[in-house]
């Protein structure tokens, strides 16, 4: 086998790997539940009840309660004095009794100062609920029917209201630590509420969980008022497939997923634009900080998100459509405003690559700050959409992000399990970024982020504000003064090439596991180790080594041809280097692509004369990557269904291909006009076409 058919396969070998790669995208794993459906709508938002309430809850050491009461207001504490006289004589020890007792609609149940650890409810199951036939979920626990909840309440949840209708429980201490509901790390959850409408929960802690500290799930009217939830593996508020619901004043902290979660919100503006009636959900006056994720949403639909502050997570805020069994994909109508969204750089990983995370929950130290994050997660980003259409992110304060403000990718519809072919674009589109002050706190003070948006190119009817600073693309397009106004609006299917690439490298995440995928910088990676410069120091050996043959073979003596091969050689340098900056944007990477299409453009006008059909598909190379480069610095193309780097890396191949036989093969005869230059390579062809009568030389070079 000669060396160029030994070259050409096994240049295929390696872009078939290449292809698969790219096209194989790991499973994805998040909250599993029952399958549920949308409320109907027809409930409401409660209001705080502020009568006496119908049960109590404490405990009966009256030396315990009364330092835990010392300090209050002199109203405050005679109340709480008196509510635990009274408690003493016909109260409850444990909430779940409390819960238990509810007889009617409307009902309060009152918790006085205290820790309560619900200790009948902490034991494994026993009996009939130690063998409950159900599913298990990915990470192991049993994904129970309503009817099996209701059988065995306490096989997952410290506290479980079921099926309660307008039920209020609320502290009635000072501040929201003085009542601690604690799960010590032995169920899922601390506080279930599922099908229980008009709930309200108000100025109490929640804590240490397997899973959420508080889980309201199928519920139409639900508020959760002054709480605070802590230090739980996946979330610290989870609210699930609900209607009419409001978080306010609350708090979140140490979760290893988000500090809230209004996964699946109802579903009520699909198919809407940006003006719609009403929201599902409505978020205000809340802090999450120093969580894997501040907020977060599978099928986040129709959540009002404002004068809220996410900050100190690995990221601010995230929505997406990227994981399977969640009513309401693909996520939409998200709206941000008013939010303080900053600092979020903490990294977590480290957690999982030392073992910590691999211990019990007990054990890994969550109260001295461990997080263990549950799935990726590009530390030090502001506010992440993953496959979201119709989200409005407008006057919010975000600054101080090591990575990047913003960040927008597509996620194709086969991740969350939908194969349909017409599906498999319907990400991300309609999302407006506009109005919001970045770089600076509210003081104005200079806090800039690394760059202000990252952007896979995936989308139509995307845009942003026009003062946002660095960005990659270099060039995005900009919203008009009105919604759904776009300047320069791009219609692409399939997001760039080297950005597809990484985030499915970096997707291939485990804690269970503690896979931590090599070549993404997310967790760590640097320098050759990244994904990107792999492939463009790959891509720049493959294309610096056919190119310089392809000149020494056949242009030799050409001498434009000669500088135009310097300048690519020096262009695919850049481009490697470029791609070792790209968490901070710049014009690198578009001066690679000028200097390699020049290169292209040259050697093709000079191989004309001779080689005619591969030289026109160099010049066609050369133009593919003149106009790639336009395309991510000065304005991305209107309209086209992909970027210009997919034709240009689709052709390319071909073109190596093509140039190592044209680099390769004989040089004609010495009767034969060379192709340009004096000939390095004057030995004749062993079997030379003879020369027709009357001397004339044959037609040479055909491609």
Known sequence: ??????????????????????FTAPAAQAHEERPVTFPDGSGSVPVLRTGEPDLLVCKTDRDDFARRIAGYPADLKTRNLALHERCRRQGYRHLQQAVDAVDRPGMTIAILPGLYEEEPSLPAPTGACASLEAPNSALGYQILSYEQQRQCPHNQNLVAILGKKDLQIEGTGASRLDVVIDAKYAKLNAIRADRSDGVYFRNFTAQRTTFN???????????????????????????????????????????????????????????????????????????????????????????????????????????????????????????F??????????????????????????????????????????????????????????????????????????????????????????????????????????????????????????????????DAGAATPYAVPACGPRWGEVSGNTRRLVGEPVKLAQLLVCADYNVQARRLPAGCDWYGARGVQRVETQLALGTAA???????????????????????????????????????????????????????????????????????????????????????????????????????????GLLAVVWVLWAVIVAGARRPGPDAHPAVGPDPDPSPDPDPTPAPAGGAAPAGGAS
């Not at 160029?4 to 698969?20: D, G, I, K, Q, Y």
């Not at 503006?269 to 409505?282: K, L, M, Q, T």
């Not at 194709?412 to 498999?424: C, D």
Request: with cysteine; net charge negative; proline share 5%.
């Open 542 to 648: 493959v294309l610096a080594l056919v190119g310089t043959l392809l000149w020494w073979r056949r242009l030799r003596g050409h001498r434009p041809a000669g500088v135009a091969t310097a300048l690519g050689l020096l262009g695919l340098a850049l481009d490697v280097a470029g791609s070792t900056l790209a968490l901070t944007p710049t014009l690198l990477p578009a001066l690679a692509l000028l200097l390699t299409g020049l290169w292209w453009t040259v050697l093709g006008l000079a191989l004309r004369p001779h080689r005619p059909v591969f030289a026109w598909t160099t010049v066609a190379l050369g133009a593919l990557t003149l106009l790639d480069a336009f395309d991510k610095a000065v304005l991305m193309i209107p309209w086209i269904p992909l970027s210009p780097a997919w034709l240009r």
């Open 1 to 22: 086998m000669s060396w160029t058919r030994r070259f050409v396969l096994a240049l295929s070998v390696v872009l078939a790997a290449l292809a698969a790669a790219l």
């Open 213 to 335: 500290s508080l889980y309201v799930l199928a519920g139409d009217g639900f508020v959760i008022d002054d709480v605070l939830t802590r230090w739980n593996d996946e979330y610290g508020f989870l609210t699930f497939a609900s209607d009419h619901g409001l978080y306010k004043n609350c708090e979140s902290y140490g979760n290893g997923d988000s500090g809230i979660y209004p996964g699946s919100a109802s579903n009520i503006n699909d198919g809407r634009g940006y003006d719609v009636p009403r929201h599902s959900i409505e978020i205000t006056g809340c802090r999450s900080h120093h969580n894997m994720v501040g907020y977060s949403g599978t099928a986040g639909d129709s959540v009002h998100v404002h004068d809220n502050e996410f900050d100190h997570n690995m990221g601010g805020a995230s929505m997406d459509s990227a994981f399977p069994g969640h009513p309401g994909l693909p996520q939409n109508h998200a709206r």
């Open 337 to 466: 405003e008013r939010n303080l969204i900053h600092d979020n750089n903490q990294n977590y990983y480290p957690y999982v690559a030392d073992g910590t995370c691999a211990k019990p929950p007990v054990e890994r130290g969550y109260e001295q700050g461990v997080v263990c994050p549950q799935i990726s997660m590009p530390p030090g980003t502001g506010i992440i959409t993953a496959g979201g259409n119709w989200n409005l992110y407008e006057n919010n304060w975000i600054y101080g992000h090591q990575r990047s403000a913003f960040f927008l990718s597509a996620v194709p519809a086969f991740i969350r399990g939908e194969s349909e072919w017409g599906k498999q674009t319907d990400t991300s589109h309609h999302n407006r970024y506009a109005g919001n002050h970045l770089g600076v706190d509210r003081d104005g003070t200079a806090r800039p982020n690394r760059s202000d948006v990252w952007w896979d190119g995936q989308g139509s009817g995307n845009c942003w504000q026009s």
